[in-house]
Structures are given as structure tokens and as C-alpha cells.
């Protein structure tokens, strides 16, 4: 069988590094699409509103309602 490990606290260092490259004055989304790619949209989703982002885009409308 196949699997696939999610090391979270790089994903947050990423985000992190992703939002500290940003003026201080914009916003940030994090695009969560395809259920996360299939690594979880809700787990990506909360990773990125705890590491400031202020909000998710999805590419269609039935994948925002897990993440509400």
C-alpha cells in the first residue's frame, strides 16, 4: 500500500513564509481546492486561519462546505 505523511509544522513554515513575504497593508488567501489535493481540506483549512490567513477560495462551491 501507498501513503503519504503530512508534516504539518513545514506546511505552517511555508504559509508563514508565504505571509511574511506580503506588505503589511494585504490580505491572504489560501486556495483549498480538490479537498486539499486530497490531504484534507478541513486540516489545510485551519492551518492556514491559524497562521493569519483571512481567508479560503475554492474552485466550486460544493467543496466550501466542509470548510464553513
Do not use: F, Q
Not at 503530512?6 to 503589511?24: F, G, H, Q, Y
Request: glycine content about 8%.
Amino acid at each position: 500500500p501507498t501513503y503519504l505523511t503530512i508534516n504539518t509544522s513545514l506546511v505552517r513554515e511555508n504559509l508563514r513564509k508565504i505571509k511574511d513575504s506580503l506588505p503589511e497593508w494585504s490580505t491572504s488567501t489560501a486556495v483549498i481546492k480538490a479537498n486539499g489535493y486530497g490531504h484534507g481540506s478541513v486540516m489545510m483549512g485551519r492551518i492556514a486561519v491559524e497562521e493569519g490567513y483571512e481567508s479560503l477560495a475554492v474552485a466550486i462551491p460544493e467543496e466550501s462546505v466542509p470548510l464553513r
